[in-house]
C-alpha cells in the first residue's frame, strides 16, 4: 500500500471518529434538553421519556438514590401536580461524548431562595441511563 493511500484511508479514518463523536453529544444534548423541556413544562410522560427504563439516580459521586423509570414518576409527578411555580434555569452545559453536565438554578415556589445544582446525565444506548445530582 503506498504512503499516499495509507495517509488518505487514515485521513478518512479520523473523519469518521469525529463525525460519530459528534453524533453521540447531539444525541445525549437532545436527550438532556428533552427531559429539562418536559421538566419546566411539568409534563410527566414527556419527562420519562428519554430515560431508560432502569435509570439509576445517585446523589454525587456515588450515594444511590433509585432505580427506575417508576421509581421516578413516583418522586416526580406529585412535585408536577402541586409545584404552578416549578422552573428550572440552565445556567451552563457542557457535553462530551455521552455525558452532559447541567448547571442549574431551580426555583420551586415563587418567593423562595433559588436551588443551586448540577445534574450529570450519562446517556447509554440512546437513553438517559445514569443522573448524579450535586446540591447545596
Do not use: W
Not at 471518529?17 to 453524533?23: D, E, H, L
Not at 423562595?112 to 445530582?133: L, N, Q, R, S, T
Amino acid at each position: 500500500m503506498s504512503k499516499r493511500l495509507l495517509i488518505t484511508l487514515i485521513g478518512i479514518l479520523c473523519i469518521g471518529i469525529v463525525q460519530a463523536q459528534n453524533n453521540v453529544e447531539e444525541i445525549a444534548e437532545k436527550l438532556a434538553q428533552e427531559q429539562l423541556d418536559a421538566y419546566n413544562n411539568r409534563n410527566i410522560e414527556a419527562f420519562l421519556k428519554p430515560y431508560a427504563d432502569n435509570v439509576k439516580v445517585f446523589n454525587f459521586p456515588n450515594e444511590f438514590q433509585y432505580e427506575g423509570k417508576e421509581n421516578m414518576r413516583s418522586r416526580y409527578q406529585n412535585m408536577f401536580a402541586n409545584s404552578p411555580d416549578l422552573h428550572c434555569n440552565l445556567v451552563k452545559r457542557m457535553v462530551m461524548g455521552n455525558t452532559v453536565i447541567d448547571q442549574e438554578e431551580v426555583i420551586r415556589k415563587k418567593g423562595d431562595p433559588v436551588f443551586h445544582a448540577i445534574a450529570i446525565y450519562k446517556i447509554i444506548e440512546g437513553k438517559i441511563a445514569e443522573v448524579y445530582f450535586i446540591s447545596k
